[in-house]
């Protein structure tokens, strides 16, 4: 926190076949971390550069999930729908679990925007399984592999309650797979029970918690609360 003790856990240092960190969390322990990293050179490349790169927009810096798919890291004014059978021709990004106290390293292929559940035992990520993206969950360890959403469509940005009982979630299942058009959902992880929390034409994303009973989240909202969007100008 007095920003020594700096600690290199992957080679950054050079810049083909280079590990590009993206979406670190971690544990609330900080005893757990995970990120993800794209296979793809063409988006190593834009990873590290961004912020800086003019082809970008901030829509797309507020939908990290974006990033990975081909129909989608570019803006433009029509999108196919996220659903299956739309594939992505960029190579599938890797998950990197990292555990501090061994500094063992391992990896979820087809994964990322993963997510530590609080005591450190679970992560929840997303896959994308021919063009339909899901959010999964497993043991860090690598066992007990789990589905927690299942649509045709697409689900995104996990975030575990403080509690460990919950995930929330972006979606656009009932805006049938309109990428720009995404609410905010929460699962309850044993019943797998999914309630939908937001409403409206709008790019409601990101979910954090506050505490148990209280989720932050991006959105491009109209802030008088017209359930229409701004197009460019977003809050929390």
């Known amino acids: 926190g007095q920003g020594d003790g700096h600690v290199l856990i992957g080679n950054m240092g050079s810049y083909l076949g280079a590990m590009v960190p993206m979406n670190l969390h971690a544990s609330h322990d900080g005893q757990v971390w995970c990120f993800d990293t794209p296979m793809e ?13 003019t082809a970008k927009h901030p829509e797309l810096l507020a939908q990290t999930w974006r990033f990975y798919d081909s129909n989608f890291f570019e803006h433009k004014m029509g999108y196919k729908a996220t659903e299956t059978g739309v594939l992505s021709k960029f190579d599938s990004p ?31 990520f997303v896959r994308n399984n021919g063009g339909n ?9 690598g066992s007990n592999l789990l ?16 509690d460990g009982t919950r995930v929330a979630f972006a979606s656009n299942r009932d805006s049938k797979g309109e990428v720009r058009e995404t609410s905010i959902y929460v699962v309850d992880v044993k ?11 709008v790019s409601d994303g990101a979910p954090a918690w506050k505490d148990d009973h209280t989720i932050i989240f991006h959105s491009n909202r109209d802030p008088k609360g017209s359930g229409n969007d701004t197009v460019s100008t977003w809050g929390l």
Do not use: C
């Open 41 to 53: 050179k063409v988006l190593q490349s834009r990873a590290i550069t961004q912020f800086e790169d």
């Open 94 to 124: 890797a998950l990197f679990i990292l555990k501090r106290a061994n500094a063992e390293l391992s990896m979820i292929p087809n994964a990322m925007d993963g997510a530590v559940s609080p005591d450190g035992k679970h992560i929840a």
């Open 147 to 162: 589905q927690l959403s299942d649509t045709q469509y697409g689900e995104f940005e996990p975030a575990w309650s403080p």
């Open 133 to 141: 993206y899901d959010i999964w969950m497993q043991d860090v360890d």
């Open 191 to 201: 019943s797998g029970r999914v309630t939908r929390l937001t409403n409206g034409s």
